[in-house]
């Protein structure tokens, strides 16, 4: 069956850090590039970070030097490393399987998705 499945998500404080995992199934995760996207309540769903088949990175502008995109061939699994969180940053985190093999920062890019791990930074 080919999946995606979003782990690591959860309660966080302001300034703290998580770390999303993202495990694939049915495919080999290493000859595509892959993304992470985030939707926040009330509006619509965002390019945070992507990772090209040859480990190439793009990030959304205002997240960059924040978040770290990376990925276990391995292990068949791509992370997001997310320190210094803020409040913003609440929202629900979905990995998603490119249509290619190289970074892409729109949605329609994408072929699979994630079911997604909610993010909350709160105190």
């Known amino acids: 069956q080919v999946q995606l499945v979003e782990s690591g998500g959860g309660l966080a404080q302001p300034g703290g850090s998580l770390r999303l995992s993202c495990a694939a199934s049915?495919?080999?995760?290493?000859?595509?590039?892959m993304g992470w996207f985030r939707q926040a309540p009330g509006k619509e769903r965002e390019f945070v970070a992507s990772?090209?088949?040859?480990?190439?990175?793009d990030y959304a502008p205002s997240l960059k030097g924040r978040f770290t995109i990376s990925r276990d061939n391995a292990k068949n699994t791509v992370h997001l490393q997310m320190n210094n969180l803020k409040p913003e940053d609440t929202a629900l985190y979905y990995c998603?399987?490119?249509?290619?093999?190289?970074?892409?920062?729109?949605?329609?890019?994408?072929?699979?998705w994630g079911q997604g791990t909610q993010v909350t930074v709160s105190s």
């Open positions: 998603a399987k490119s249509r290619g093999m190289l970074t892409a920062a729109v949605p329609e890019k994408y072929e699979l």
């Open positions: 049915g495919f080999t995760l290493s000859a595509t590039a």
């Open positions: 990772i090209s088949w040859g480990s190439d990175t």
